[in-house]
DNA sequence: CTGAAAGCGCTTACAG
DNA sequence: CTGAAAGCGCTTACAG
């Protein structure tokens, strides 16, 4: 679309500098100027060309989206796709670009970010999983490079903005909720635990245990690293054990479904045997039969919110690292029951 | 990072139009100037400034990657994360960049759209989604702004780049897949069938059964537009018809799954009593218990052809309209059986 | 085969 | 309050 910030000021009578200034509404112009420039700029359906204002001030106002690696299956998860939304709406409508980066493993991902570094192309990066040891943000860190966690930080805590739930308190509050219920045998099914969410959840199911004076059974905290290809004997051994937990609090939806398969194929019911609660709100939880008491993490607002930072930060370098906790809330449904005893 | 053309230039002893020339291995420069000038390259680490040569050669080398609006619910599926993963891939090999874009309706997604045409910035769109009416589609063509579609054109075939699976192809060999099996009375759920993989998927069916001279009946043919909040009628209406469909052919993973949990309520075995075959073969489809048969429609490379082609035109405007099929290929997992007399 | 120069379309100190 | 000018870092006809 050629019409250029030359046009607008031939129609409106000025120089190139004022029409400039007009766009940012700079205080020096004087109103009737302003009028009269943007009056040429509607006519003219002018847009300041994005790439010539990019150079000039330096700001390629352009965001990283980092994925997980590709090889991680946990990778195919809506939550993403939740997550991305919530960025790019707020990056849409604050004019900024945000850029989808994935690679098959940590060393792919790392390629495409020192090249887009080095191009200038990125003012900075939002990392989209966080967990113990981690390459890229190791590298994000040592090199300077503004970078905004989605989830916890784990090194350089202070130093790093990031933008998450309260997992603990989320963990906490569900197994609460299973407690109140009157189930004392509750389960914590996860899956790998080198990501942090699962083992903030973690925490915070241990510690509404120990308020209660249940002693924390760690044969009761199961990992999944992986889906289950078929029948998963980590599940089932859980769901056969003789003192088989009543309740289960599911780290995510998609584990979830496994879980009330495994209980499925066992003839135990949902909630009739056993209540299960998951994370994240998805779809799945809707679809399922018994659908799925869960809790929505609003993973599209930890977009909307690691993008706010990032925008903040690219234009107020001297901002200090915060770290924004978005809320989380139960949707009750209909895999949790009272506890009544055999 | 400030390491500039001019750096090169100065270091090797050359003029800066040498290195830019060098840098696009330009046939005039001799191999003996190239060879001085690489090595300045790498010794500083230098990379062309993106935003620069964007400028200089009025191509933004930038993407939008239009989502459905997020009001519809068709959105949550991970289908979507796995198309992104593939544009962005091969957008992050080509040194392009790829900007999500996302609307609660197509009005703010129109908004957005014309914004980035305006200011230069987005070369071209692809479009997640296709059906038959679509003022996002109808903008993109009536403009004649460079767009690829994923999914079928239904207006303006001939002159629209898409990229989409053979859908009636793959709705037959399910169904022939079913009809091997023995199965005669075969359903078709889907959802919303303005939504043209719905509707070229049934085509593919009804071709199935029409060639084994088998009536086809519209009572067989459901559609669920929204994600079935309780128990679905209309799901329940086509399991307890007297003469019960012995075979669904769906055309999601995750209306399957819906369908899957239908029939446990009403004691129906999968296999057994009802055989199951979807699409999309999503992590759920290995997650239920029976795991689901599902046609794996290569998500993740509809996206990788759809940018693909887009860069394609973007460097050659002069091609034509282009329509690239990706294969597809049935994953035989537990949820089909042989049909047997009762 | 190589370089000087103009240009891409904006921004912003500097001068008035 | 406004403008002329230099600059952002590349590219590419044009000239040699």
Not at 161 to 168: E, F, H, K, M
Not at 222 to 233: H, I, L, Y
Request: net charge negative.
């Amino acid at each position: 679309m050629p019409v250029t910030i030359k046009d607008v000021a031939a129609l409106a009578g000025v120089s190139p500098s004022t029409v400039s200034r007009t766009c940012k509404d700079h205080p020096s112009i004087s109103r009737q100027t302003k009028e009269k420039v943007r009056q040429a700029m509607a006519k003219l359906g002018y847009e300041p060309n994005f790439q010539a204002s990019s150079l000039a001030t330096q700001n390629s106002r352009t965001i990283g989206i980092i994925l997980p690696p590709s090889e991680w299956e946990a990778y195919q998860n809506a939550f993403y796709l939740e997550v991305i939304r919530g960025i790019s709406q707020y990056c849409n409508q604050r004019q900024y670009i945000n850029t989808v980066i994935t690679g098959q493993n940590e060393e792919e991902i790392l390629q495409v970010i020192k090249n887009m570094v080095r191009t200038g192309l990125a003012e900075g990066f939002i990392v989209l999983y966080s967990r113990e040891q981690d390459p890229v943000l190791d590298y994000l860190y040592e090199e300077g490079i503004l970078y905004v966690l989605v989830g916890k930080a784990y090194r350089n805590v202070n130093q790093t903005i990031y933008v998450d739930n309260d997992n603990v308190l989320a963990g906490k509050e569900t197994a609460e909720y299973l407690l109140e219920l009157g189930h004392e045998r509750i389960a914590y099914l996860s899956g790998d635990h080198s990501l942090l969410f699962n083992n903030d959840r973690r925490m915070g199911y241990m510690l509404a245990l120990t308020e209660r004076g249940i002693g924390f059974l760690p044969e009761l905290c199961v990992e999944v690293p992986s889906v289950p290809e078929k029948q998963n004997e980590v599940l089932h051994a859980l769901l056969t054990r003789t003192d088989r937990p009543t309740a289960v609090l599911v780290s995510d939806d998609i584990l979830a479904v496994a879980l009330e398969k495994g209980c499925m194929e066992l003839g135990l019911s949902i909630p009739g045997d056993v209540s299960i609660i998951s994370f994240n709100n998805s779809l799945l939880a809707r679809l399922t039969v018994p659908s799925l008491t869960s809790v929505d993490v609003n993973s599209c607002q930890l977009g909307t919110q690691a993008a706010a930072q990032m925008i903040e930060h690219v234009e107020n370098p001297e901002l200090v690292a915060t770290k924004i906790i978005v809320p989380h809330h139960l949707v009750e449904r209909d895999s949790c029951a009272v506890y009544k005893r055999p």
